[in-house]
């Protein structure tokens, strides 16, 4: 990934060449908060940049959306014994920690 200085603010972007495409387009990843940039395979790397830099306007009002959504969200942590609610049910967490990389979630009468 690239970092380019937009506004003042160090921005995180991912370039992706596609055969078969005709414009360029911008997303924000709102889950990490950086710019993906989807490009014609054969566009120079420096008309790419020139147009990110055309819409560095459109990239600070959405990377300044993604930092408020980020601010919102409750810093939360699962901790076993606490208690959820879902579906109009009360359930007791149980923690157990694993080499493996997957969650797994058993509902059983009052536990998940």
């Not at 690239?2 to 997303?27: A, F, H, M, N, P």
């Not at 300044?64 to 969200?73: A, D, G, L, N, T």
């Amino acid at each position: 990934m690239d970092q380019l200085l937009i506004k003042g603010q160090s921005v995180e972007i991912q370039i992706t060449r596609k055969r078969g495409l005709k414009r360029l387009t911008l997303r924000i990843d709102m889950k990490r908060g950086f710019l993906k940039v989807s490009a014609p395979f054969l566009m120079r790397k420096r008309d790419i940049l020139y147009f990110i830099e055309e819409k560095a306007g459109w990239i600070e009002k959405n990377l300044s959306k993604f930092q408020e959504i980020q601010s919102k969200k409750p810093n939360r942590q699962l901790i076993s014994g606490e208690m959820l609610h879902l579906q109009g049910q009360e359930y007791s967490l149980h923690v157990q920690l694993s080499d493996k990389k997957r969650i797994k979630v058993e509902l059983g009468a009052t536990d998940i």
